[in-house]
């Protein structure tokens, strides 16, 4: 039956079996192993399976075919399953988004940790890494930051930060050799039998972030790290694959910069990552008058204390601007009063009513930059909001010209997300 059937015809079955079955294929005859080693099939099984392209190995060598390309790939990551194709595409993405957008972070990235220098890091450790974890090195060995370079030590930290205050955070994820060092130097007195790592952490060592090796669930420390090594989760538990807790938080980070809920800032020439989000249900916005005020909030876990009575933190920024279409007479207008609603699960625990913002009275020109500020607010609860208004003068304070007008400030949300960043 097989020499009856057209040659189309099995071509179509072909082009809907896996690399398995195309394989087994090939041993019936002649006829089919010609038609199983169509190198247009094995080019679908690297794009399926594999998320690969082109035709190379791993490391980038050229390969003859796409039939040589699987075979490559196979022997390298056959152990891994499906996470192989999760893990290149995260890469690839966060290559991608950062080369458009931030290239001195994507610079940064380090080039693939071998097979042996995982093994070495397990050995040192004393334990292995879940296999998700060690396809992450595998693909990228986190950022590598040279020496000397103070600027971009502190600022290109692949995974952002925020800034308010005297605060300052910039998380970086640590290569191999880094991950074991502060294991080592952070975890020694943890207690007994605990398989946690290091691995990323501000660069002026403020916050980190941790991977339970057991649960393969991201943890992050909180006020109370370094004297009791309370940490929080940083991501849901899983359903289904509940091993690949780094991977999934790191697919989270990777949407949240390419739907732009993460963007690079531009703060006097200093460019970084931030973690205050721009779209979506965490950001609000609103428009009085010409005057647009945005705004949103982010968890700060390292200066939460769940002992204390206002258990949770959140640094909060909020942008301001004189849109260059304005109802106002005046082509330029400024802050003078602030006024707060604080909410806690709905139910309104406080209000503040005040001069200035930051202590500062921002003055708006019509089509101008806007005045971005950033403050923090404390809660004890997992869930709240802030709202309210800010009192303008149209011309200046020292020159009134026209009575004064409330801007509103929409409701935007301080909670402790479901992923931690």
Not at 30 to 40: E, F, P, V
Not at 42 to 60: I, N, P, T
Request: proline share 5%.
């Amino acid at each position: 039956m097989e020499d009856v059937l057209p040659a189309l015809l099995l071509q179509t079955i072909l082009a809907r079996t896996d690399a398995v079955d195309c394989a087994r294929v090939a041993c019936v005859n002649r006829r089919w192993r010609a038609l199983a080693h169509d190198d247009t099939l094995w080019s679908q099984h690297c794009r399926d399976e594999y998320g690969v392209c082109a035709a190379a190995d791993f490391m980038g060598n050229p390969c003859c075919s796409f039939k040589e390309t699987y075979a490559a790939w196979h022997d390298e990551f056959n152990q891994y399953g499906g996470l192989v194709y999760r893990t290149k595409k995260l890469w690839d993405d966060l290559k991608g988004v950062l080369r458009s957008n931030y290239p001195a972070v994507a610079d940064s990235l380090a080039r693939q940790a071998s097979e042996a220098d995982i093994v070495a890091a397990e050995s040192t450790l004393g334990w292995p890494l879940p296999p998700h974890v060690r396809l992450l090195y595998r693909f990228c060995d986190g950022q590598q930051i040279v020496d000397g370079d103070e600027i971009a030590h502190q600022y290109v930290g692949l995974l952002g930060g925020y800034y308010f205050y005297n605060h300052f955070v910039n998380v970086q994820l640590l290569p191999l050799q880094q991950v074991v060092s502060y294991t080592q130097r952070l975890l020694s007195r943890a207690p007994a039998g605990t398989k946690r790592i290091v691995i990323a952490a501000s660069c002026n060592l403020n916050k980190f972030f941790l991977l339970d090796c057991d649960s393969g669930m991201v943890l992050v420390g909180t006020k109370n790290f370094l004297k009791k090594y309370e940490v929080m989760p940083c991501l849901p538990l899983a359903s289904s694959n509940p091993g690949d807790g780094m991977l999934r938080w790191l697919e989270e980070y990777r949407d949240g910069l390419l739907s732009g809920k993460y963007t690079v800032r531009n703060d006097d020439g200093i460019r970084s990552i931030s973690l205050y989000p721009e779209n979506g249900s965490t950001c609000t916005e609103a428009v009085t008058q010409g005057i647009q005020v945005r705004a949103s909030a982010v968890f700060v876990p390292e200066l939460s204390d769940p002992e204390a009575l206002e258990k949770y933190l959140f640094s909060y920024s909020v942008r301001m601007r004189f849109l260059p279409v304005s109802a106002l007479a005046s082509n330029q207008c400024q802050l003078s009063r602030r006024h707060w609603v604080v909410t806690a699960d709905d139910e309104i625990v406080d209000e503040v009513r005040a001069e200035a913002v930051v202590g500062m009275y921002p003055l708006l020109k019509l089509g101008g930059d806007a005045f971005v500020y950033e403050s923090c607010s404390t809660q004890n609860t997992l869930s709240g909001s802030l709202e309210g208004d800010f009192t303008f003068v149209p011309g200046c304070l020292s020159r009134q010209e026209g009575p004064e007008f409330c801007v509103r400030v929409a409701p935007f949300p301080m909670q402790v997300p479901r992923y931690i960043f």
